[in-house]
């Protein structure tokens, strides 16, 4: 069980600002998000595309607004805090909350599919469209395979687990063919797949031209196989040889079943966001948005509220920068409400001794 006085749900933009945001104000905080990195939306679908509107950047990539809001934010998600069994992250990802309840003294219980379980006196669900999970190849033995991936390991330092093995991507668009070109041109040899194949259903991808001019390159010099078939079913080992998956049924054009064998299977189709289990835990909702208070951003459950492309109110604009206004105000309500004797005028992170102390700067 982890105690906290905010639990920020969602790592996206907003969720990362909102982070920085109660930590200033001396609360303490923790982030869970789906997905195995942070940055929501701008991590997730445009990490390479510039942003014009974030105040005082006149541009910046997803990636690099990403980068810049977890540096802001580390003094309050510092990486791991403690040391042993007791050494404690503060932000936890790949972790999808499912569910949320009342405890004692107005606190809120939150579990995550992967056994987290938070006492938060607030929560902050900064959680945009939904969790983004990756889409499936529709293949129910693929279910819970240990070799089957969705995403290209954050840390290139270290070997992936497809390192010297027969590695099949799965994919026809910009995810799939820039995972194929990413992992053919690995720096570190050592850390290539023995074999690469790209399995598409038709020889047509949805992609950028360039990164299909560069994988034709890769399939000419015989670096890539490329493979045409829809996935059928699958084969699995048995629970005792280690449940993976060792072969794809394909179904050719030729209307043919043949058998692809695999080591593992990296399956690029994109993300879809899922509002999922967020529409049970009985707030208001309007057309699947959080309805709140421009206020503070309160939702109808007490000290919960909403910040960010999740809530809807009267002129709502899904912007970075009214997320970021949202995520202000939502964190001072905050405050006052969790520390009603502190002292509630506002503090310059310019001029206050006190916010140079938290920042540590
Ligand atoms: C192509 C594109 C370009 C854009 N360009 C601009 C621009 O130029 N300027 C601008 O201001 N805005 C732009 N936007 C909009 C901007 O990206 C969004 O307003 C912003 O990302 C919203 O941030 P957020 O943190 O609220 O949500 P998101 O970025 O969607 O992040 C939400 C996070 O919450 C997680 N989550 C949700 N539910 C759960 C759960 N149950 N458990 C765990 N995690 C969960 C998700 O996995 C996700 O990572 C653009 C959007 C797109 C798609």
Known sequence: MIHTDALVIGAGPVGLFQAFQLG???????VVDALPFAGGQCMALYPDKPIYDVPGVPMCTGRELTQSLLKQAAPFLPA??????HAHRHLHLGHLVQGMANAADGAWTVTTDRG?????????????????????LGVA???????VHHHLPEDDSVAPPWAGQHLVVAGGGD???????????????????SRLTLLHRRDVFQADAALETALRELIAQ????????????????SATDGDAVRALNLLGADGQTRSLPLDHLLVRLGLSPKLGPLSTWGMALERKQISVSTASFATSLPRVHAVGDINTYPGKKRLLLCGFHEATLAAHALALALRPDAPSHLLYTTTSPVLHQRLGV
Request: net charge negative; charged share 15%; proline share 8%.
């Open 80 to 85: 791991t805090e403690g040391e042993g069994p």
């Open 222 to 237: 015989g670096s890539v196989q490329l493979e045409i078939g829809l996935p059928q079913s699958a084969e699995r080992e």
């Open 116 to 136: 987290l379980t938070f006492q938060a006196q607030s929560v902050l669900i900064a959680a945009g469209a939904g969790a983004f999970l990756p889409r499936g």
């Open 175 to 193: 995810e799939a063919l820039s995972a194929v070109l990413t992992i053919a041109q690995t720096a570190q040899p050592a850390h290539r797949p």
């Open 141 to 147: 033995e693929l279910d819970g395979a240990p070799n």
């Open 24 to 30: 200033l104000l001396g609360l303490s905080v923790e």
